[in-house]
Each structure stands twice: as structure tokens, then as C-alpha cells.
């Protein structure tokens, strides 16, 4: 007799608590139901369900094989969907997170890319700097840029993601900086929930200094800091790809050009592999195929 048929039976039954309930969901006879079982207790050559006129009742063999049947089973059923799946389109909704300083040219380039491969789908994309909850808030993925991913997540590394130290013009000339303890007299524009102990500044010549600064303004939207910068409030750090096009026609000044901001991993967090839709798999590839080439980013 078929072999996934009568394993599938045998769970019906643990779960539904009789024969005749089990044939019922498997659109069968309860005399062939029984037939099933019957087949696959010789198959295996023990007792999987002790029977009586009032209760069915599993045997130790019969719970071990529950388990093992259970996982098996769930295991085929998700390579049939994904193999579904995998011939269409991708479809659904897509709920990202990613932080404020994606927003630029580049990454709408590739969201537009992404759009274009998979017209079924609809991105809805929250950009903010906060730390999201991604069951509770209903989020397949968020990007977060850190040194350390939660380890109760899935991450993926996408690429590096480089900084810089800027300030304007006028700031710097109201306000020299020519060493990193400088940057203590100097005012800065810092962001509001990041630990700005964990970064460090490394010289060319490979020494370390710790980064510390004198935060007269503190801000959670990467985007403020930029543009308060640039009117003068103070030094600001940034990804370098937030801030290329301002630094390349003066609007902004390199702190320090001869120091480096340590840079970060951008990752890509979600809740499980085991049920990844092809939309967010579609999308995770294209980040990690097409973040790393835009200016401020490279590979790992």
C-alpha cells in the first residue's frame, strides 16, 4: 500500500483520536482506513496503536514514529510548495525595514529592479531607524547595519558599508579638527540610538583610536543629521554613500580624510529559513548581488 498514504493516516488518526475521524479528512472508507494501518504496523513490524472499543492509545514505538512521521512529512509538503511556487511569479506583499540613510538614488534604483522582476508583488518599505519587531509588527525582513546581528534571527550579510567623518566648510573652520581628540571640542551631530563607543576611528598606518565626541545634537533620522551638517551644527557621521555627491562638490568636508570610520555589515534579518517565500528570497538575492557595486558599499 502507499507508504506516505499510510503514514499520513496514521498521524490523522493521533490527532483526530479515532479511525473513522482520520478516513473522514482523507476522503476514505473507515474500513480501508483500517486496512492502512493494519499495512503499515506489519510493514514495520510493531504495534503502533494500542486499540480498544473506547480509546485509541499509542504505544512508545507508536509516539518516536509520530514525531519522525510528522517531520517527514512537513518536510515533503514544504519542497511540493516551494517547487509551486518556484514555477510562478512571485506574488503576495512584501513588508521591509531598512534604515533612513538607504534613501538614495542607488537603492531606489534597486527597489525599481526589484519591482520589475516581481510586478505581483507589493513592497511596502518602512524606513526609520528604529529596531523593529518583526512578528509583532508583521515585517519579513528588515536591514539592519551592525557588528552583531540578534542571534534569535536568520542573518544574512549583504556587504560593507563604509563611513565617513564630515562636517561643512564653515564648521570646520570655526572649529579645526587636525586629531581625533579634537573631535571633543568640536560640536557633533550624533544619532539618537546608536552606541557610538562600539566604532573606532583607524589610521592609515594602523593605529586605533576610540571615537568620542561632543554631541550637542542628537537625532534618529540619519537624513536630519545630513542636513544639519551641511548648515553647520556640527560633525556628522555617515555612510559615505549618503554623503558622495555633497562631499564631491564641497557641500560637505572629509574630518580627519587621513582617519577611517571602522566600517559596518549591512545584514539581512528574518524569522526562518524553512518557509522563505520566493518573494523575499528574490529579494535577498538581489540586494546581495547588487548593494555591494553602488559607491560606499563593497563585498565582504
Known sequence: MDQLKSMRLFCAVVEKGS??????????????????????????GTRLIHRTSR??????????YYLQCKQALG????????????????????????????IHPGFGGLV????????????????????VDLVAEGFDIALRATQQPAPQLIARPL?????????????????????????LQAPAVAPAEVDLSSMWLMHKDGQQRPLRVSAGLLTDSAA?????AMAGAGTAFLPLSMV????????LQRVLPDWQIRPITLFAVYTSRRQMSPRLRYFIDLLAEQLPQLPGFSRQ
Request: glycine share 2%; proline share 7%.
Open 75 to 102: 518536510l515533503i509538503d514544504q519542497a511540493e510548495a516551494d517547487l509551486i511556487e518556484s514555477t510562478e511569479l512571485p506574488r503576495g506583499k512584501l513588508k521591509v525595514s531598512a534604515p533612513t540613510w538607504l
Open 244 to 251: 558622495a555627491e555633497e562631499l564631491e562638490d564641497g557641500r
Open 55 to 64: 480509546q485509541r492509545r499509542l504505544t512508545p514505538s507508536g509516539e518516536n
Open 19 to 44: 479511525l473513522a475521524a482520520a478516513a473522514e479528512v482523507l476522503e476514505m472508507s473507515t474500513p480501508m482506513a483500517t486496512k492502512y494501518l493494519n499495512a503499515l504496523e506489519t510493514r514495520l
Open 112 to 131: 525599481t529592479a526589484y519591482r520589475q522582476q516581481c510586478p505581483e508583488v507589493t513592497l511596502d518599505l518602512r524606513l526609520n531607524e528604529k529596531l
Open 224 to 228: 536630519m543629521a545630513k542636513w544639519c
Open 159 to 183: 556587504c560593507t558599508v563604509h563611513f565617513a567623518s564630515v562636517a561643512s566648510p564653515a564648521c570646520l573652520a570655526a572649529h579645526p579638527v587636525s586629531t581625533p581628540e579634537d573631535f
